[in-house]
């Protein structure tokens, strides 16, 4: 069953919502509101408040203490989309997976499977995990708008110091925001762009088109956030995020 998208909260530049095939009661997405938009600081900013209230919410009303996030950068998930979500349009999108103590049913169980396979979740039955959602998104604008903002301002420096990359493997490079993050709460718009253009540097070896990405806030402390980038191909013979999904340090967020 495919839902219509529900729309939760709407910024200046982003919007939260549920997504058209929704793999747990905690999957939201933060999607652009117009593609033209450019990715800059306004944007980055903005972009943050939206994560910070989607991580309130989930937390208030199902009890999600962790929200891993992925996402697609110049890359279009095809056919079964084994490891990811089913891709919903061409529009920047990031998709968010609230977990909690006691959930039914799993994110990564859910991706372990092909598209057609997974189980739909009965539109009636978020109507009223999505109305609580709403309005904590409306309550909590503004002490996040106002944390956002002055993060914003302390952003504006002259350079913007480049996030760290490291090779993982082959078509595998995890991403590290040069202030050492543990989580995405604690990045700046600056840290976000910084995050940005090392992706956007990544090389496109033969056969790559774009890169599956999966954002993990550690468990260990002293552990900086760790973006995973997955170069992906049509013609690719593996697919480097199954494999991924099935490392230690992303199944246990995951699975």
């Known amino acids: 069953m495919v839902m219509s998208r529900r729309l939760l909260y709407r910024s200046d530049f982003w919007e939260i919502a549920r997504p058209h095939h929704p793999l747990t009661a905690g999957h939201v997405v933060i999607r652009l509101s117009d593609p033209s938009i450019e990715f800059a600081l306004p944007s980055a900013a903005d972009w943050l408040l939206c994560h910070q209230l989607a991580?309130?919410?989930?937390?208030?009303?199902?009890?999600?203490?962790?929200?891993?996030?992925?996402?697609?950068?110049?890359?279009?998930?095809?056919?079964?989309?084994?490891?990811?979500?089913?891709?919903?349009?061409?529009?920047?999108?990031?998709?968010?997976?609230?977990?909690?103590?006691?959930?039914?049913?799993?994110?990564?169980?859910?991706?372990?499977?092909?598209?057609?396979?997974?189980?739909?979740?009965?539109?009636?039955?978020?109507?009223?995990?999505?109305?609580?959602?709403?309005?904590?998104?409306?309550?909590?604008?503004?002490?996040?708008?106002?944390?956002?903002?002055?993060?914003?301002?302390?952003?504006?420096?002259?350079?913007?110091?480049?996030?760290?990359?490291?090779?993982?493997?082959?078509?595998?490079?995890?991403?590290?925001?040069?202030?050492?993050a543990a989580s995405i709460r604690e990045l700046r718009p600056a840290d976000l762009l910084a995050i940005a253009a090392s992706l956007g540097a990544l090389p496109m070896p033969l056969g790559v088109s774009g890169f599956s990405c999966v954002a993990l806030e550690s468990r260990i402390p002293e552990m900086p956030l760790r973006i995973h980038a997955l170069g992906r191909s049509a013609a690719e013979d593996v697919n480097p995020l199954l494999e991924l999904l099935r490392s230690p340090e992303v199944s246990l967020t995951l699975l």
């Open 55 to 180: 991580r309130t919410a989930l937390a208030k009303v199902l009890g999600a203490a962790e929200c891993p996030v992925m996402f697609a950068y110049q890359w279009h998930p095809l056919g079964a989309s084994l490891g990811e979500p089913v891709a919903e349009s061409s529009t920047p999108t990031f998709h968010l997976f609230g977990r909690w103590a006691g959930e039914t049913t799993t994110p990564g169980q859910q991706l372990s499977l092909p598209a057609h396979r997974r189980v739909a979740l009965p539109e009636s039955g978020l109507e009223e995990t999505d109305q609580a959602l709403r309005e904590v998104l409306r309550s909590g604008w503004p002490a996040a708008g106002r944390a956002v903002e002055h993060a914003a301002e302390a952003a504006v420096v002259p350079v913007l110091e480049p996030a760290r990359t490291v090779t993982a493997g082959r078509r595998h490079t995890v991403i590290e925001p040069a202030g050492g």
